[in-house]
């Protein structure tokens, strides 16, 4: 269920389309709230998620052809406001893409939940630590007495520096395979130009 949650959540053309109510900066807003709930709801967040997937009216029915889910639209839409989303009764549903199957036994039929996506995102945790470690390492060179002492932390606070939308990438889990912390810290150097930085990294 979580991770059908998660699923919505960073999929901005359908949230894009339930919040057809909004305006461009309005929508960008809920957007944003979107993808921290979504790292909030990730499979290495601290404890909450089951009070937050309440506030959005989450609903599972199981069915003799499978699972159906939903949440709330209206407990969305305050969600992303950030006024508490409420679930109320006669809220408009979305429903939630959960795979099933039907697994036959001698014993009878079993129903068994795959996994929504191969593809869906999810963060590193040892890569958000390096980019945490990067921006502390950063603001320790400049309050250190003699700069350039540090070598290590040099290293590290040159990841700092990352392009925007790759330091988002991050935060969301969707980077590309091959970046990982340990490939991020034995890069002998990181390109300063950000088109640059995208190509090294495999985002081109």
């Not at 502390?136 to 060179?141: K, M, P, S, T």
Request: hydrophobic share 40%; proline share 4%; with cysteine.
């Amino acid at each position: 269920m979580r991770g059908s949650v998660r699923q919505l959540l960073v999929d901005e053309v359908r949230l894009g389309q339930l919040c057809n109510d909004c305006d461009t900066s309005s929508l960008r807003q809920r957007l944003e709230t979107a993808a921290e709930l979504a790292r909030q709801l990730g499979p290495h967040s601290a404890s909450g998620a089951r009070s937050r997937l309440e506030r959005l009216g989450c609903s599972i029915r199981v069915l003799a052809s499978g699972i159906e889910a939903s949440i709330g639209h209206a407990a969305l839409l305050a969600t992303l406001d950030r006024k508490g989303g409420v679930a109320m009764s006669g809220d408009e549903r979305i429903l939630l893409a959960i795979l099933t199957e039907i697994a036959r036994r001698k014993r009878g039929a079993r129903l068994v939940i795959s996994n929504v996506s191969t593809s869906q995102p999810s963060t590193d945790p040892k890569l958000l630590a390096l980019a945490a470690k990067a921006h502390r390492a950063r603001d320790d060179l400049f309050t250190a007495p003699e700069p350039g002492a540090d070598r290590h932390a040099a290293r590290l606070a040159r990841l700092a520096y990352l392009a925007t939308d790759i330091t988002k990438a991050i935060l969301e889990g969707t980077q590309p395979s091959t970046l990982t912390s340990r490939a991020l810290l034995k890069m002998p150097s990181l390109p300063l130009a950000w088109a640059d930085q995208r190509k090294a990294l495999g985002f081109d």
